[in-house]
């Protein structure tokens, strides 16, 4: 994983394409680009970029595992509902080296920015963080923490799986925004090697599996608690939406930064809607 998702170089740098990509090659892409695990990427190009994309819910997979497991331990151990949500927001911070919360400061800046499209990618590309940053940072880690409490509160397997279900749609919504038609606002980064690589089709499937697994793993609690989940993942993938169409109508398409924003919107959204009721 780079510093930053827009250092990526564009996929026809590197390996040259290839009509298709293995499930490991596609993993291994998912993993390096949204995680700091130690997974080596093997292809460049848009078929890994391709099947790498359509696995980024299994990365979120991966980490809201880890981050449930921190929260949850430090809940049984008895701390707070409080410090059980501050923990589990700090793992996928962590797992991503706050390139996630980075690409959401810059897409805010770029967005507030009132500038030329040329002039805002400009403006998102530095590496500091404006005034219309750092009120969306603080907000939106605000409202994590405030719904994250709430459903610590509640129970541990009620906040574990909220964790779970966020990181997951997170990613979710990353695999949408590289769906077809949806294209690059830059010639290199992040945003030039996935922009448009995923058929509409599989990140529908997508979306349609992983709410419905969400629905599922609730299932014990209740059917309330299933159609909650199921809602959840709808509304932070709707939320996702509206901010990637406003992101390409103003940018002329995605960057690395747009990716991070929508992710945490996207779980912003699912954990609001999880702590109601």
């Known amino acids: ?23 490991p090659d596609g993993l291994r ?3 390096g680009t949204l995680t700091v695990l130690p997974a080596r990427i093997t292809r460049w ?22 981050a449930a497991a921190a929260g949850v331990l430090l809940l049984l151990l008895g701390g707070g509902p409080l ?4 923990v589990t927001l700090t793992v996928p911070a962590a797992m991503t080296r706050g390139l996630h919360l980075d690409g959401l400061a810059d897409t805010a800046d770029g967005l507030g920015s009132a500038k030329p499209a040329a002039e805002a990618l400009r403006i998102m590309k530095k590496s500091d963080i404006g005034p219309f940053g750092v009120v969306a940072l603080l907000l939106v ?27 997951v749609t997170a990613r979710l919504a990353m695999t949408l925004a590289s769906r077809d038609g949806v294209p690059p606002a ?21 979306a349609v599996a992983v709410a419905a697994l969400a629905a599922a793993a609730a299932a014990p609690m209740g059917p309330f608690a299933a159609a909650r989940n199921a809602a959840a993942v709808l509304a932070g993938l709707a939320a996702a939406e509206v901010l990637l169409r406003r992101c390409t109508g103003r940018f002329g398409g ?13 779980a912003t959204v699912a954990l609001v809607v999880l702590s109601l009721g």
Not at 145 to 151: M, R
């Open 1 to 23: 994983m780079t510093d930053s998702f827009d250092d990526q170089p564009a996929p026809s740098r590197l390996t040259p394409p290839a009509e298709r990509a293995s499930l």
């Open 29 to 31: 892409f998912a993993f």
């Open 45 to 66: 190009d848009r078929p890994a970029a391709r099947t790498g994309m359509a696995c980024a819910p299994l990365a979120g997979l991966v980490v809201g595992v880890l």
């Open 83 to 86: 410090l059980a949500a501050a």
């Open 141 to 167: 880690l605000l409202v994590q923490a405030g719904a994250l409490t709430d459903l610590y509160a509640g129970g541990w397997a009620r906040g574990g799986l909220a964790a779970l279900v966020a990181a």
């Open 186 to 206: 830059r010639i290199e980064g992040l945003g030039a090697a996935v922009a448009g690589v995923v058929p509409r089709t599989a990140a529908a499937l997508a």
């Open 254 to 266: 995605v960057t690395g930064d747009v990716f991070g924003a929508v992710a945490e919107v996207s």
